[in-house]
């Protein structure tokens, strides 16, 4: 919600609160949240197609669900969401209680993209958490620009082993 205050949000001493989410409004979600659709291999050679459908996102007792499934015609489908894209946030806190799945083949993220986006890296892209599947419990943050990405050997990137990881909600953030 566009509420900026909340009993059951914590707020770091020097921020004010200027958007939340808590998922605990119907059963989709709403305009805030954005799909992106966009067919296999469209990025990163993978596999998914990412579809605007309440088959990969729905919310269900205070959460929001991603799920990424085999269609009955072989296809593979998931969800990819943003927040506010019209508008977004240039600086801010942002903080996510996410819980990750298992399985090889999964790569979940919560990061921020640009606004008006033209082009990687130049654009540039923080990634606070992601977590390759076939590396389990593993998470890592990184900056992508165009001094600091993995083309050129300068990427910025922070890994750790965080002990269930994968099937606990964990808190992520970013300043």
């Not at 305009?31 to 992106?36: G, L, R």
């Not at 993209?113 to 389990?136: L, R, Y």
Request: contains cysteine; proline residues 4%; negative net charge.
């Amino acid at each position: 919600s566009d509420l900026a205050s909340d009993d059951n949000v914590t707020i770091p001493d020097g921020y004010n609160l200027v958007w939340h989410d808590e998922f605990n409004d119907g059963t989709t979600l709403n305009n805030d949240w954005t799909h992106e659709a966009q067919p296999s291999g469209w990025v990163n050679n993978e596999l998914q197609n990412y579809v605007n459908s309440n088959s990969v996102t729905n919310l269900s007792d205070g959460k929001l669900n991603i799920t990424c499934y085999k269609g009955s015609d072989g296809k593979i489908y998931s969800g990819r969401v943003y927040a506010k894209v019209n508008t977004g946030w240039k600086y801010g806190y942002f903080e996510a209680r996410i819980k990750l799945p298992k399985g090889k083949g999964t790569w979940p993220a919560f990061w921020m993209m640009p606004k008006n986006f033209t082009s990687w890296p130049g654009d540039g892209e923080v990634d606070i958490m992601e977590e390759v599947g076939v590396v389990p419990n593993e998470v890592s943050s990184s900056l992508h620009a165009e001094g600091h990405n993995h083309t050129n050997g300068t990427q910025v990137t922070h890994a750790m082993t965080i002990e269930k990881a994968e099937g606990e909600f964990h808190t992520r953030s970013e300043e």
